[in-house]
């Protein structure tokens, strides 16, 4: 039912948690289902654009209609895959919940159980957002948020940090916002600060108005 108003237009969408593993049995991952970053693929192809859907593990069937679909498990594989993907994309929408941190080190044998409490030191993850910020020229680059606080003013450093086109803030605090819903209540941040509020909306509908947007930027750019 959509309009093909896509068609030539080429995108990376990045979807799911990732997966930071500890020792043979155990990880740390995040809440995200793949629910938003699947739905912005699936209304994509059907309108008519070349879609890479680069995913964490989640539930999901990976739409039939999109041109690749590549398979990760760690932040750092999410980094390497829309890396090598980046040239031959024109835009790319960062849906995944990516994870900041990773165990300092992989144990190859399961960590036994001990006296006390155990700690597990952590390293900091690429944030894939701002490297591909930094090379991107003139691809346009889309970014999530999920706060609980201070939604708006994190969601403005963000675009700055990332070099970002806009950005989407999940509302984590209403319900029907976030994390494994059908629906999403979203905010969405300009780069020159200003913002608009959606009221709740399926999470296809919520692909609709951030492909709308991109689709904007994209005409602008091959009219100049
Ligand atoms: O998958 P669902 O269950 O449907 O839930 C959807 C969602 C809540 C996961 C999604 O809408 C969402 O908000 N995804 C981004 C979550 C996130 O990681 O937000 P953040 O504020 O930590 O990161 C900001 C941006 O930087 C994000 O675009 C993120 O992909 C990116 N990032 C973050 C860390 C990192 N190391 N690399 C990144 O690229």
Same mark, same amino acid.
């Given at each position: 039912?959509?309009?093909?108003?896509? *068609?030539? @237009? #080429?995108?990376?969408?990045?979807?799911?948690?990732?997966?930071?593993?500890?020792?043979?049995? @155990?990880? =740390?991952?995040?809440?995200?289902?793949?629910?938003?970053?699947?739905?912005?693929? @699936? *209304?994509?192809?059907? @309108?008519?654009?070349?879609?890479? &859907?680069?995913?964490?593990?989640?539930?999901?069937?990976?739409?039939?209609?999109?041109?690749?679909?590549?398979?990760?498990?760690?932040?750092?594989?999410?980094?390497?895959?829309? *890396?090598? /993907? &980046?040239?031959?994309?024109?835009?790319?929408?960062?849906?995944?919940?990516?994870?900041?941190?990773?165990?300092?080190?992989?144990?190859?044998?399961?960590?036994?159980?001990?006296?006390?409490?155990?700690?597990?030191? =952590?390293?900091?993850?690429?944030?894939?957002?701002?490297?591909?910020?930094?090379?991107?020229?003139?691809?346009? =680059?889309?970014?999530?948020?999920?706060?609980?606080?201070?939604?708006?003013?994190?969601?403005?450093? #963000?675009?700055?940090?990332? /070099?970002?086109?806009?950005?989407?803030? /999940?509302? &984590?605090?209403?319900?029907?916002?976030?994390?494994?819903?059908?629906?999403?209540?979203?905010?969405?941040?300009?780069?020159?600060?200003?913002?608009?509020?959606?009221?709740?909306?399926?999470?296809?509908?919520?692909?609709?108005?951030?492909l709308d947007k991109i689709k904007v930027l994209l005409d602008e750019k091959s009219s100049l």
């Amino acid at each position: 039912q959509y309009e093909k108003d896509l *068609v030539g @237009r #080429k995108i990376i969408i990045t979807a799911g948690p990732t997966i930071e593993s500890i020792d043979p049995v @155990r990880y =740390l991952t995040n809440r995200s289902s793949g629910k938003m970053g699947y739905a912005i693929a @699936r *209304v994509a192809a059907a @309108r008519g654009a070349e879609v890479t &859907l680069i995913s964490g593990k989640t539930n999901i069937k990976p739409p039939v209609n999109i041109k690749k679909f590549i398979n990760i498990t760690s932040a750092e594989d999410m980094y390497q895959a829309v *890396v090598s /993907n &980046l040239d031959e994309n024109d835009v790319v929408i960062k849906s995944a919940a990516v994870a900041d941190y990773k165990p300092k080190e992989y144990s190859d044998k399961k960590i036994k159980k001990k006296d006390g409490d155990l700690v597990i030191e =952590l390293d900091r993850n690429k944030d894939i957002a701002y490297e591909i910020g930094k090379i991107k020229k003139d691809k346009i =680059l889309v970014g999530f948020a999920a706060e609980t606080n201070d939604i708006i003013e994190n969601a403005k450093g #963000k675009i700055a940090k990332k /070099n970002m086109d806009f950005i989407v803030a /999940n509302n &984590l605090k209403e319900s029907g916002a976030g994390f494994g819903t059908d629906t999403n209540v979203v905010s969405i941040i300009e780069k020159d600060g200003s913002m608009k509020k959606y009221p709740m909306m399926t999470k296809e509908e919520v692909a609709s108005v951030i492909l709308d947007k991109i689709k904007v930027l994209l005409d602008e750019k091959s009219s100049l």
